[in-house]
């Protein structure tokens, strides 16, 4: 696919599916004597979980959660709201939410917290891409795929106005595109 507003590549596909695979196995080893509750945060982490699920050598439920703090902008909102919730209960669950991305840390915090109260017995983040610049609160990620710069990438699940998620690689979106 070759597009104007797809800029440099940061991260290519192949160190995508080797990164993928160790987090899989860090995972497993972590979880071994668990079984995990895998949430996946909607649109953006299907690819990822889809993946990471691959590399799970334990047993484990998924579900999702739909959340909006973006619109079509490249930049937070700050407003966080749960479009679509989870179908069962996670209380006294092991529970690691997958995520896309996390930039200001503004939504996975409105997450956790929501996520907190409904007991589960433990709640862990993987990540497969932070961008520490951009922090604005300091939070728990116990797994992280890749620290990139602060700049809006799509590709891979990330998208722009619903475009450019079936990239197999992570790449800078051009500005102005």
Do not use: W
């Not at 953006?44 to 990471?52: C, E, I, K, R």
């Not at 409105?110 to 589960?120: D, S």
């Not at 699940?157 to 998620?165: I, K, S, T």
């Amino acid at each position: 696919m070759r597009d104007s507003a797809i800029g440099k590549i940061l991260v290519q596909q192949d160190e995508l599916s080797h990164r993928i695979r160790e987090l899989g196995e860090e995972i497993s080893r972590d979880y071994a004597d668990r079984d995990v509750f895998l949430v996946g945060v909607l649109k953006g982490a299907t690819f990822f979980l889809a993946d990471l699920m691959r590399h799970l050598e334990l047993d484990c439920v998924v579900d999702f959660m739909a959340v909006s703090a973006y619109g079509s902008e490249t930049d937070s909102s700050g407003v966080v709201r749960i479009l679509k919730d989870l179908d069962a209960s996670i209380e006294g669950r092991h529970v690691l939410i997958v995520e896309d991305i996390v930039d200001s840390g503004l939504t996975l915090h409105y997450l956790l917290r929501t996520l907190r109260a409904r007991e589960p017995a433990s709640l862990e983040v993987c990540a497969l891409l932070t961008k520490p610049e951009r922090r604005k609160v300091d939070l728990p990620i116990r797994y992280v795929g890749f620290e990139i710069p602060n700049e809006f990438v799509i590709g891979y699940g990330l998208d722009h106005n619903e475009r450019y998620r079936n990239l197999p690689y992570v790449a800078v979106l051009q500005e102005g595109k």
